[in-house]
């Protein structure tokens, strides 16, 4: 059974305990070893790690990435983990759970900027990458060992160590034969995991595993397939398609492939960002609809700059709203035309939030998405319907160049400003000179 060193990448015939060469006991050891060619490479705990790095005198302290004490946790270290810590958990239930934790804001400047080099070295690796997240992607390494003298594995190993050594962070490696069975292999021993899941092992490995395992079965399908008597991955798989379709829908059939370790999905470079979004959690819970309202507009305009930056346009709006006791509402509306009009694009968000928002409920949480998304050179045409967007249109563009060379707040709406602005300070505060 074919063994490699994770630490001088000495490959070795046969099992080994200890390397040969260097003596080091990091050793990964699988049947399929030379032939895996599917990766997932996750960070581990990425804006934690990043934090650690530089400020060293945390690095034995549990520290939570996240956003006063309304906000979430955007990430927290294994430290924090242990203690009770989850990401997306509201902060003052981080804080409950871990009274003693370093809490920093997130800086994601930074976590882009380094996201950027450790993507640098992905792209050397091979071209068939497509990045999941900031700190996560799927690599298929297949053809590669003429370009490195080397077989994935030992590349996915030299690929870790740069990173912990050029980056000073640490990554999870998950190979297998598909992106499904990568990332739950990713999953199996992080931090800095190196683990493999090979095609004549999957279904077995997954048989005994809950059937909450499986990327896509959130609470909601594991009730229904607890209703159904089906809490292992194993008795999911047995089903037939016809079987599994008449008893979970059009999805059943895919969702007893994926049980079985099957997924037909090929790393894909080019895949188009499926939505794009704003959101933000209120200092305190909000009724009034028009106080909803005026974060509303803010988020839109956030929006639709997020979309002009990727080349994208808005088919159609998404509206997330969190109340008080933290459930989520989605409403989504379709638009007649793609736009990147922030007054098009709150109309519609208006129009759903009146639903929601009927002054009795109480929100912390307000988000606006785009979906379906359009090329940006779809939006704002005009026609019968709104003649004047391509006028409307011209105008947002003058007064987002205004902003650009004079400040995010040289223009803004009446509907953005607060309802009881602070006093003016200095000399305009004073009352003027009587004669």
């Known amino acids: 059974m074919p063994s490699l060193c994770r630490d001088c990448f000495h490959i070795a015939d046969e099992a080994m305990a200890s390397c040969a060469r260097c003596g080091r006991r990091r050793i990964a050891t699988h049947p399929e070893l030379l032939t895996l060619s599917v990766a997932h490479v996750d960070c581990d705990a990425f804006y934690a790690s990043v934090e650690k790095r530089d400020r060293p005198e945390l690095l034995t302290r549990p520290v939570i990435v996240g956003g006063g004490k309304r906000g979430v946790v955007s990430a927290c270290c294994y430290i924090a983990r242990t203690r009770g810590v989850r990401s997306a958990m509201p902060m003052f239930k981080a804080l409950a759970a871990c009274p003693d934790a370093v809490v920093i804001r997130p800086d994601m400047a930074k976590y882009v900027y380094e996201a950027r080099r450790i993507r640098a070295l992905m792209e050397a690796l091979t071209p068939l990458l497509q990045p999941l997240s900031i700190d996560e992607a799927v690599m298929d390494l ?10 994935p594995a030992a590349v996915l190993a030299r690929f870790a160590q740069a990173v912990e050594r050029e980056i ?8 297998a034969a598909n992106r499904l069975m990568a990332k739950l292999a990713a999953e199996r021993d992080k931090p800095r995991g190196f683990a493999m899941i090979g095609a004549g092992e999957a279904a077995a490995w997954l048989a005994p595993q809950p059937v909450s395992l499986l990327p896509g079965i959130g609470p909601a399908m594991e009730k ?3 209703a159904a008597g089906i809490t292992r991955l194993g008795q999911l798989a047995v089903l037939d398609p016809k079987q599994a379709a008449l008893r979970f829908g059009e999805d059943g059939p895919s969702l007893t492939a994926r049980a079985r370790g099957k997924d037909s999905r090929a790393v894909d470079p080019d895949r188009e960002t499926r939505s794009v979004s704003a959101e933000t959690t209120f200092n305190s819970d909000l009724r009034d609809p028009a106080a909803l309202e005026r974060p509303l507009w803010r ?6 700059r997020r979309l002009r930056e990727k080349r994208l346009a808005a088919g159609g709006v998404v509206l997330k709203l969190k109340t008080a006791d933290f459930r989520n509402r989605t409403r989504h509306a379709r638009l ?9 694009l709150f109309a519609a968000a208006r129009a759903l939030l009146a639903r929601e928002a009927d002054g009795r409920t109480a929100f ?3 988000g606006i998405g785009a979906q379906p998304l359009a090329d940006a050179a779809d939006a704002d045409r005009g026609d019968l319907a709104d003649p004047t967007a391509p006028r409307r249109a011209a105008g947002w563009a003058a007064v987002e160049a205004l902003r650009k060379r004079f400040g995010e707040d040289a223009i803004a709406r009446g509907r953005a400003l607060p309802t009881n602005p602070a006093p003016p300070k200095g000399p305009a505060a004073l009352p003027p000179k009587t004669r």
Do not use: F
């Open 224 to 226: 229904r397939l607890a």
């Open 364 to 366: 912390r949480l307000i």
């Open 168 to 175: 000073g962070v640490t990554v999870s490696v998950g190979l």
């Open 336 to 344: 007649p035309s793609p736009t990147l009009l922030p007054d098009t």
């Open 299 to 304: 988020l839109c305009e956030k929006l639709v």
């Open 142 to 151: 297949k053809g590669t060992e003429a370009l490195h003298g080397a077989p």
